[in-house]
């Protein structure tokens, strides 16, 4: 095929689908049914993410942390692995150049306790990566900096477990989709989402797959079901 004609048909297709944007609720991994808690560290390795969750709560609207409160972020296992590299290059001058780079992940874990019993446990991860010239004695303060970063970046993870926001995905639709088609489903599936349905949507989503399978409608369907595994409990409603 000429690469003029390829062109074209590469717009065509594409011109066959947009992006719409849809909200997503809120997913907490625990039913928190609590305006206060107490955070606490249970060993000194964790008090770094400890602080970070005090700070990353204080600042959520109409939450605060109170150490009297009978809902309790308990910080355990709190660990950090640090990958450091360094890269030397003579130049022409027959003077070395280096570069050091530091790849660290950190996790802690939180266990929700309410009235003295433990609700759940929830895991909290990071990776940070910093580089830069190698001089001497900046091995420590870019160690320091992952460090600072990881914890950070730890709590904010729990941070949006516990208490998470809604936030805007984009999906596809197709609007010259045949009826009855797996697109079609998908315009369906997503029109349900948009109005909340979850269910509905769910069901389109599998009609979808089930017509014509892709990893694009398998990861659809399996989202709506993390979806609904999280914020519903009780049993979808009856077909009429």
């Given at each position: ?6 062109i ?99 996790h ?129 409603p009856?077909?009429?």
């Amino acid at each position: 095929m000429p690469r003029s004609l390829a062109i074209v048909a590469l717009l065509l297709v594409s011109a066959c689908s947009h992006k719409v944007r849809v909200t997503l609720p809120a997913a907490p991994a625990v039913d928190l049914d609590a305006t206060r808690v107490a955070v606490v560290a249970s060993e000194r390795p964790c008090r770094p993410v400890a602080n970070a969750l005090v700070q990353q709560f204080n600042d959520l609207p109409g939450f605060r942390v109170d150490p009297h409160a009978t809902v309790r972020l308990r910080v355990i296992d709190c660990h950090e692995v640090y990958e450091p590299r360094v890269d030397i290059n003579v130049g022409p001058d027959t003077a070395w150049r280096g570069r050091i780079t530091v790849l660290g992940r950190g996790h802690a874990v939180v266990a929700v306790e309410a009235e003295g019993q433990v609700q759940a446990h929830l895991i909290g991860t990071d990776q940070h990566m910093v580089n830069a010239e190698l001089r001497g004695g900046n091995g420590v303060a870019l160690h320091n900096r992952v460090s600072r970063a990881l914890t950070e970046g730890v709590a904010a993870d729990l941070t949006d477990q516990i208490r998470p926001i809604p936030r805007m995905v984009e999906r596809r639709v197709y609007p010259n989709a045949t009826a009855g088609s797996a697109r079609h489903q998908l315009n369906l599936a997503v029109r349900a989402e948009m109005a909340g349905d979850l269910y509905e949507a769910r069901r389109r989503a599998r009609l979808a797959n089930l017509i014509h399978s892709s990893p694009e409608s398998e990861a659809y369907v399996t989202e709506l079901e993390h979806l609904l595994h999280s914020l519903v409990e009780d049993p979808p409603p009856a077909p009429h």
